[in-house]
């Protein structure tokens, strides 16, 4: 994640996909960026009735380099790390299971996908 300040001192942050678990190249399956600029989403493994999910999909560890494209050395800037966990069940699904009940028509079918961010590391141009 990248933010600024423009010219009008207005705020912007653009979001940069940079590494990613299954980008394989030689995987018929992998996740890729699409002509939107999104990138696939990793999928679920949620199994809704038993509140489980299969740690199968996903990465345990990603490491890249990656240079800002759009780097202006006169912009004062920040940048941090967001990284998604894989989807796992909610705590709706988790009681209901555990308590034998079923979980209300308006929480169905609904996953958690926690996120962790890094420190920003924040870039000032000298005068």
Do not use: C
């Not at 740690?55 to 780097?71: K, Q, R, Y």
């Amino acid at each position: 994640m990248k933010g600024w300040l423009d010219e009008d001192k207005k705020t912007h942050e653009r979001v940069y996909d940079v590494a990613w678990s299954d980008s394989d190249p030689k995987r018929a399956d992998r996740r890729r960026i699409q002509s939107n600029g999104q990138l696939d989403p990793v999928g679920t493994s949620v199994d809704y009735a038993s509140a489980s999910y299969r740690n199968e999909i996903g990465a345990a560890e990603l490491a890249t380099v990656w240079h800002d494209p759009d780097f202006d050395p006169a912009a004062a800037a920040f940048y941090y790390v967001r990284v998604l966990e894989i989807p796992t069940p909610r705590w709706t699904d988790y009681d209901a299971a555990a308590f034998g009940t079923e979980v209300p028509e308006a929480a169905r079918n609904i996953v958690n996908q926690e996120r962790a961010y890094s420190s920003p590391i924040w870039y000032t141009p000298t005068p």
